[in-house]
């Protein structure tokens, strides 16, 4: 089955240990992001890669890092958490860049920083 | 920056009434594309626009797109309580030497009233 697998699906952590959100693929996409959803700020994107090796940053990459080593996978690092990435964080995939092509979205992980 | 601006936030309807939400982008866009997200769950890609002017339907789903390729429209005729979610709007921009960066709208929350 075609899909976008995020681990956890759930965390609460403290401020400033340092996590790790996996996502990863299995349809063989070139293009893969990093969002955050928050009440009435909708989908914020956080920083997305063009393929293996190419990332670049989103509307709000500060206090997030990210690697794409393989094409598969796409890991969303929080160095230091703070409480205001509490949030909802979508990865999503699409077989090349944005233009012309849907993203597939993965479950979603609730992430609680306190 | 590149802003896409969504309208309104909430919309309450009795099931049976009409829906529309609009979609606004600072800049001129390759192409648009419409997603619902259910509540609890992921964004859902649902239709994507690329010609100037044009509109396309899914069954009781009317979707347009301007002239100017700034602004695009999503009509629901006789929702159903299956049409409740989010109905986000997204365009690519571009950055650097890519339109990797993917700007969603808000959202707009459609609750359908039985």
């Known amino acids: 089955e075609a899909q976008v697998t995020q681990n956890p699906r759930y965390l609460i952590t403290v401020t400033g240990k340092k996590l790790t959100v996996t996502c990863s693929q299995n349809m063989n996409h070139e293009y893969m992001s990093w969002y955050r959803q928050d009440p009435g700020l909708g989908l914020r994107q956080i920083y997305y890669s063009m393929n293996v090796e190419v990332t670049d940053k989103g509307d709000v990459p500060e206090g997030y890092k990210v690697s794409r080593k393989e094409k598969r996978n796409f890991p969303l690092i929080l160095e230091s958490p703070s409480p205001n990435q509490t949030s909802l964080y979508f990865c999503?995939?699409?077989?090349?860049?944005?233009?012309?092509?849907?993203?597939?979205f993965g479950p979603g992980t609730r992430l609680t920083v306190t | 920056g590149q802003q896409v601006m969504q309208i309104p936030q909430y919309q309450h309807v009795q099931e049976g009434e009409d829906f529309t939400t609009y979609c606004n982008s600072s800049t001129t866009l390759s192409n648009i594309q419409w997603y619902k997200q259910r509540p609890g769950g992921h964004p859902v890609f649902l239709i994507q626009l690329v010609k100037s002017g044009e509109v396309k339907k899914q069954k009781r789903l009317t979707f347009q797109f301007g002239e100017a390729k700034k602004n695009s429209s999503l009509h629901i005729t006789a929702t159903q309580t299956t049409d409740v979610g989010t109905y986000f709007c997204?365009?690519?921009?571009?950055?650097?030497?890519?339109?990797?960066?993917?700007?969603f709208g808000q959202g707009t929350i459609l609750t359908v009233h039985p």
């Open positions: 999503a995939s699409s077989r090349q860049g944005p233009t012309y092509y849907e993203q597939y």
């Open positions: 997204a365009g690519p921009f571009f950055v650097g030497t890519s339109y990797g960066k993917l700007t």
